[in-house]
Each structure stands twice: as structure tokens, then as C-alpha cells.
T-cell receptor
Framework: ETGVTQTPRHLVMGMTNKKSLKCEQH?????MYWYKQSAKKPLELMFV???????ENNSVPSRFSPECPNSSHLFLHLHTLQPEDSALYLC??????????FGQGTRLTVV | QKEVEQDPGPLSVPEGAIVSLNCTYS??????FMWYRQYSRKGPELLMY????GNKEDGRFTAQVDKSSKYISLFIRDSQPSDSATYLC??????????????FGTGTQLKVEL
């Protein structure tokens, strides 16, 4: 248990569906992140939030929409995804620019 | 050229061997260096964290950073079958707005055999 909890662990959705991924951290950190992990590729940073404000958007398509209502919760809203968006989506948190702790991820399959 | 280069393996060693995992990088702005272990179908788990050149030891694990050569290493002594996993190197620079931006290697798959 890393103190970062992601739900759901697995998700299958059609290309016309709308779904949301949830992340909660119990570490008192101020920064939260979404990463994408695809097979044979390095983890890709998607979004960074610091004290609820988005500080980085790594050229992510608008079909991915993040939301950070407070420093402990982070969401990733998904709509009209493509099969190539199937991947492991990882949430992480850190205190400032320090070490990041990851959740177990949501395995997303788009059909 | 990728910012972080890491041999994907797979690397297979006998139990008890010393394992050496390495990454090279090109961005001089990287200040923090990490090694993560990732088991299949799990999230990455932080193993080692350093922010300066030199060695850092924690149990059977030693992390080494050489900023002048832009080269980092992770050594695992007395390797065990439970060490079988994918090892990811990661490096970061702070972001102006706060938080950090981790850049990862592709990961090295390690198998420790009985």
C-alpha cells in the first residue's frame, strides 16, 4: 500500500462511452500526476497538478479531461476514446519536486 | 535521441548474483534520480531516490549517480527470485509552477532464477 489509491483497477469501455478514473492520496502531498504506460514504451507524463492548479499538460488530446477538486483527489474523465488509448493509467503524488509515489493503476481497454 | 536510455533486457541471472542496471541521460537539468521496481500488473514502487552524484545504499540495493557522465546505476546484491520484476529509472527537474516532471527509461526486465 503506497498511500495512493486508484479506482477502478480495470475498465473496459466502448469508443462512444464516457467514464472517469479516480485517484486519492493519503500522504499529505501537494502535487498529483497522471501517467500513461503502454507496452514497450516509457511512462508518459500526461498532467501535473500542484495545489489543485494544473501546471503541466503534456499535449494530451482533449478526449482526456483531468479534474483536481482538492490536493487529495484527482480524476481523469474519458470520452470518445480510441483503441490506441488502451493502456495502464497511473496516478502519482509527491511533495513539491520530491519523490513520487504511484498507485496500482487502472488497466483501460477501449473496444 | 531519447532523453533517457535504458536497456530493456530481458536480463536473466542466477540466484545470489550481483545485478547491475544502468541508464544514461542527455538532459543536464535533471536534478533528482530514482529507481522504481514494477511487478506485473502493479504500479511502480519507489526503491531508491538520490539528488546528487555519489552512492546511496539501502540494504541489498545501491544507487550510483555520475552527473559528469550522465550515467546512473542500480546494483542489487545477493539477488533473490522475488527481485524478478521490471526496473525503471526515472529522472526529474522541478517545474516552475510546482511539482516535478519525471522522465522514465523504458525499464529493464529482470529475472532471477533458482
Amino acid at each position: 500500500e503506497t498511500g495512493v489509491t486508484q479506482t477502478p483497477r480495470h475498465l473496459v469501455m466502448g469508443m462512444t462511452n464516457k467514464k472517469s478514473l479516480k485517484c486519492e492520496q493519503h500522504l499529505g502531498h501537494n502535487a498529483m500526476y497522471w501517467y500513461k504506460q503502454s507496452a514497450k514504451k516509457p511512462l508518459e507524463l500526461m498532467f501535473v497538478y500542484n495545489f489543485k492548479e494544473q501546471t503541466e499538460n503534456n499535449s494530451v488530446p482533449s478526449r482526456f479531461s483531468p479534474e483536481c477538486p482538492n490536493s487529495s483527489h484527482l480524476f481523469l474523465h474519458l470520452h470518445t476514446l480510441q483503441p490506441e488509448d488502451s493502456a495502464l493509467y497511473l496516478c502519482a503524488s509527491s511533495h513539491e519536486a520530491s519523490k513520487a509515489f504511484f498507485g496500482q493503476g487502472t488497466r483501460l481497454t477501449v473496444v | 535521441q531519447k532523453e533517457v536510455e535504458q536497456d530493456p533486457g530481458p536480463l536473466s541471472v542466477p540466484e545470489g548474483a550481483i545485478v547491475s542496471l544502468n541508464c544514461t541521460y542527455s538532459n543536464s537539468a535533471f536534478q533528482y534520480f530514482m529507481w522504481y521496481r514494477q511487478y506485473s500488473r502493479k504500479g511502480p514502487e519507489l526503491l531508491m531516490y538520490t539528488y546528487s552524484s555519489g552512492n546511496k545504499e539501502d540494504g541489498r540495493f545501491t544507487a550510483q549517480v555520475d552527473k559528469s557522465s550522465k550515467y546512473i546505476s542500480l546494483f542489487i546484491r545477493d539477488s533473490q527470485p522475488s527481485d524478478s520484476a521490471t526496473y525503471l529509472c526515472a529522472m526529474s527537474e522541478g517545474l516552475t509552477g510546482g511539482g516535478n516532471k519525471l522522465t522514465f527509461g523504458t525499464g529493464t526486465q529482470l529475472k532471477v532464477e533458482l
